[in-house]
């Protein structure tokens, strides 16, 4: 079967820094994606790796290692809007994307 | 800055009705998608769509559901005959490249509510 396994939830303080693991078993990959969903909102996407290494865009990085098939997202100097779930995705194939569960980030003051 | 669109917003059936939701893509894009996201569960892929026919589709994406792209701009999910366990929120996403090498833009979704 294929599967990501990321955690449920994450509690931080505002201005810290999060990190969100993703580890995968999946048929085929073609990179690795980070989403973004706000309650009742759409996701929208973060980052992406299609090679081991670090991606960074701004207050978001993502990293990914294909020979441990895991990567993370990392959100640093966390605001109170970062509260969302994070979803991680695989691109199995040029055509279909699997995501995980979902992490429920919870951003406290 | 463009972005895909769907209607309507929320969808009220009787079991065993059919539905049409509907998605107008981002106008360069090529690739379309349909996927459904239960109340507080994963997004779950359904079917993608290039060159006017199906690329692949998930063991969800049974013989009551089909897709179609009418015209040049909307893409569309059809469900035949309606199950309560259809209810979900369904988005519709597109991307200009395959997702191997692309980003994938969702539209709002529109939740499904299955009576």
């Known amino acids: 079967g294929q599967s990501l396994e990321q955690p449920s939830e994450v509690t931080a303080v505002e201005g810290a820094i999060v990190q969100i693991n993703c580890t995968y078993q999946?048929?085929?990959?073609?990179?690795l994606s980070w989403y973004q969903q706000h309650d009742g909102g759409a996701p929208t996407f973060l980052s992406y790796?299609?090679?081991?290494g670090l991606e960074e865009t701004g207050r978001f990085s993502s990293f990914l290692s294909r020979s441990d098939s895991y990567g993370y997202l990392l959100l640093q100097e966390l605001q109170m809007k970062d509260s969302a779930s994070y979803f991680c995705?695989?691109?199995?194939?040029?055509?279909?994307?699997?995501f995980g569960a979902g992490t429920r980030l919870f951003v406290k003051a | 800055e463009p972005e895909v669109t769907q209607t309507p917003s929320h969808q009220v059936t009787q079991m065993g009705q059919e539905v049409i939701l509907r998605c107008v893509p981002i106008?360069?894009?090529?690739?379309f998608y349909w996927y459904r996201q239960i109340l507080g569960q994963k997004v779950e892929f359904l079917v993608s769509?290039?060159?006017?026919?199906?690329?692949?589709k998930s063991e969800i994406f049974d013989d009551q559901f089909s897709v179609e792209r009418p015209d040049g701009s909307n893409f569309t999910l059809k469900i035949r005959s309606t199950k309560l366990e259809d209810s979900a929120m369904y988005f519709c996403?597109?991307?200009?490249?395959?997702?191997?090498?692309?980003?994938?833009?969702f539209g709002p979704g529109t939740r499904l509510t299955v009576l």
């Open positions: 106008s360069n894009h090529l690739y």
């Open positions: 996403a597109s991307s200009e490249g395959p997702v191997s090498t692309d980003t994938q833009y």
């Open positions: 790796n299609a090679l081991d």
């Open positions: 995705a695989v691109g199995t194939g040029g055509f279909k994307t699997i």
């Open positions: 999946t048929s085929g990959f073609y990179g």
């Open positions: 769509f290039y060159n006017n026919e199906i690329s692949e």
